[in-house]
């Protein structure tokens, strides 16, 4: 029997890929504009949360999802503030702290497998 969190999990799997991967499309599909400028990788991130929460209901686990979550918006801001030419103040400390984030939890989490 499927639960239905694990239906509600999957829908915001879904979306969540879809905005990271064709967020201008979801944009347009879903508020009739299509996404532009920094509006792209808002949603983007937006999609990293959205699959982290859905993760994080499907597995039962909040801490998987922040550690997914603080892992991949790492890797996109750092691959966003590399590749493109329009980078904030902010860029690279939010990229630092979601690094130490996710070293943090990822050790919380071997932790809580051992005890």
């Not at 969190?5 to 508020?31: C, I, K, N, R, Y």
């Not at 996404?35 to 999609?47: D, E, N």
């Not at 597995?59 to 493109?84: K, W």
């Amino acid at each position: 029997m499927i639960r239905v969190l694990d239906l509600a999990a999957f829908g915001e799997l879904a979306t969540g890929l879809a905005l990271v991967v064709v967020p201008s499309f979801v944009g347009q599909v879903l508020l009739g504009e299509v996404l532009t400028g920094p509006a792209i990788p808002t949603a983007r991130v937006a999609g990293i949360a959205l699959i982290a929460l859905g993760l994080a209901c499907w597995r039962n686990s909040g801490l998987l999802g922040m550690l997914i979550y603080s892992a991949a918006v790492t890797l996109y801001l750092a691959f966003f503030g590399l590749t493109d030419g329009s980078v904030g103040v902010l860029l690279w400390p939010a990229v630092a702290v979601h690094a130490v984030l996710s070293v943090l939890l990822w050790r919380s989490r071997d932790k809580s497998n051992t005890s």
